[in-house]
């Protein structure tokens, strides 16, 4: 087989001519194209990146923000349990505190209330007690008792203390009139013998009296002079007594005071 070199040059130099063309007019631009695509691509990708990472850090972000406002939300919600509780126990203690008070406030005006009740109860028994002696003693008093009292009389008189007896006897010096014995019933002359030597001795000096019958009271001696008074009778006794009681009642403290 012959080869027609001519031929095969001639196929050659076009295959050469079209290859040229091509990477001309086709493959460079198709290249270009590629790098241009590729590029795109490239960039795409990196704003693709860049949007993914700003979305992530926006996400992460968010998540955060909820993180801080669940956090936020619980410490706020346990504060105010907390708040709630504590105001709550404070309404209840102070609503338990004043129901205390008020509890303990009541029993002590019952307990003040039955106190001065009790007194006054007892202060009224006291006095309708004395007053039945009184009565009792007046219906009862005769003679021999009232020399009884005259005996009496005479005794304590000699007993007074010092500061009492000196009282009366510049009592008796400083009057004019004479010195009074009043009683219930009249003194026989040896009674008035007794009690005017009883006032002489214990006043050391000669006493002028005066006797008197008094029919009010119950049945006792007294002697008055220039002001001053020194008796025994059943009713200063009983007086006395019932004062004692009475300075007894009022010292005793009311419930619930202070």
């Known amino acids: 087989m012959l080869i027609d070199w001519f031929t095969v040059g001639a196929q050659v130099l076009n295959f050469l001519i079209l290859v040229g063309l091509l990477q001309h007019f086709f493959y460079k631009p198709i290249l270009a194209a590629i790098d241009a695509r590729e590029k795109r691509i490239a960039d795409q990708l990196l704003g693709a990146t860049a949007k993914q990472a700003d979305a992530q850090k926006e996400h992460d972000e968010f998540d955060r923000k909820n993180k801080a406002i669940d956090e936020q939300r ?7 349990t907390e708040e709630a509780k504590t105001e709550h126990d404070r309404l209840i203690g102070e609503a338990k ?3 205390d008070t ?3 406030g ?6 003040s209330d039955n106190a001065r009740l009790s007194k006054e109860i007892t202060r009224t028994a ?3 007690v004395f007053g039945i002696a009184r009565k ?29 007896k000196a009282t009366m006897k510049a009592a008796i010096k400083a009057s004019s009139d004479p010195a009074l014995i009043r009683s219930t019933f009249d003194q026989p002359a040896d009674q008035k013998a007794a009690i005017q030597n009883a006032i002489n001795e214990t006043f050391a000096s000669d006493v002028r009296i005066r006797f008197e019958t008094a029919s009010d009271g119950v049945c006792g001696i007294e002697l008055t002079a220039g002001g001053q008074k020194i008796a025994w009778t059943i009713t200063n006794y009983l007086d006395a007594l019932n004062g004692k009681i009475g300075e007894l009642l009022s010292a005793q403290p009311t419930p619930g005071a202070k």
């Open 74 to 80: 619980s410490a706020l919600l346990t504060k105010a």
């Open 97 to 99: 505190k004043e129901a």
């Open 102 to 104: 008020t509890r303990i």
């Open 106 to 111: 009541q029993a002590a005006a019952l307990k």
């Open 126 to 128: 006291a006095n309708e």
């Open 136 to 164: 009792t003693l007046s219906d009862l008093s005769t003679a021999s008792l009232e020399e009884r009292m005259a005996e009496v009389f005479t005794r304590r008189l000699r007993e007074i203390d010092a500061q009492a």
